[in-house]
């Protein structure tokens, strides 16, 4: 508050001298507000219009945007002819979970059913076939099974499964096994 006040009076210091140009600033401002006031009964109904309008069209873009957004959601994992997807073979299934795992990989080092679920339906993957897509983790059982066997994946429980790296394949004292063989 000290400073505010130091402030006016620096300013009130400087312009001493366009006191006149001041005054008749204030009351040019208080006048026009006053006659604003007055006449605000005629023009409020239209500014109540406009921001209606304006509120409207708001919402009605964002709705827009909202059903385009839904419907290139609902296009891109529907099949074609909108049925249900054909259970995918096996190798299809290995080749889609393989890509999946290997992003997985990037930050986790196990993979659940919601993990498997969310990138099985969101991540790009390359050899795609509208045909069994979208893919969901029940009908990847038997690729998950294919991956477990071939020690790319080790089952840890229900829907739970620790992904394995190349170098927990390999074994940790090649120097011993040489030497048993």
């Known amino acids: ?31 026009s507000l006053s006659v604003f006031i007055h006449q605000l009964h005629r023009y409020i109904l ?40 054909h259970i995918p073979p ?10 999946i795992i290997a992003k997985i990989n990037e930050t986790m080092t196990e993979v659940t059913y919601s993990s498997l679920q969310a990138m099985l339906l969101n991540h790009p993957r390359i050899g795609t076939d509208p045909v069994y897509e979208p893919l969901h983790p029940f ?23 620790k992904i394995i790296t190349a170098a927990e394949t390999r074994p940790a004292h090649p120097a011993k096994h040489a030497r048993a063989s």
């Open 1 to 31: 508050m000290r400073k505010f006040v130091t402030s006016l009076t620096q300013w009130a210091q400087e312009v001493s001298k366009w006191w006149w140009a001041v005054v008749v600033g204030v009351i040019l401002g208080g006048e």
């Open 46 to 85: 239209w500014i109540l219009v406009a921001a209606l309008a304006i509120a409207l069209t708001g919402s009605l873009l964002a709705y827009h945007r909202l059903r385009l957004v839904e419907l290139s959601e609902t296009a891109r994992h529907t099949p074609p002819g909108g049925g249900v997807p």
């Open 90 to 99: 096996v190798d299809y299934q290995v080749t889609a979970l393989r890509q």
């Open 139 to 161: 009908s990847c059982e038997a690729g998950l099974s294919r991956l477990t066997e071939q020690r790319q994946i080790e089952k840890l429980g229900h829907w739970r499964w």
